[in-house]
C-alpha cells in the first residue's frame, strides 16, 4: 500500500513507513529497532518526532500520515485539504492504522 505525502504528493510504502524510515534518523539502530516495538501511541513522542524532523520527516497522528517526507522541496508547505482530509481519517479509524492506510490509498491521499 502506498499513501502520499500531502506536501510534495511523493508515494511512500507504508512498510517502508512502519520499518525502515526509523532507520534514516539519527537514533541507533538499537534505539530503532527498539522503536519499532514500542506501542503506537508512543512511536510519536516529541522526541522521536524531533528524531524524524531531523531526517526530513513530519507525521500527523501516525506515520502513516506523511505531512513532509525528506522529499519535498525546500520550504515547500503542505496542502492543507490533504492535511485535513487524514486528519478526518485519522479520527474516524483512531488506532486502526492499516485502515487509514487503505483508506487513504483508495482515496490517493
Ligand atoms: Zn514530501
Redesign the pocket.
Known sequence: MDVH??????PWDVCHLWHDAVFETGLSPEEAEGWQCLPRSQKLSDRYRHEFRLA?WEFGGAVIN?I??????KN?EPDLERVQAKAALEELLGEDEDGIAAMMEDHGL
Open positions: 505525502c500531502s506536501t510534495c504528493g511523493e526530513g506523511v513532509h517526507c525528506p522529499c519535498c522541496p515547500a
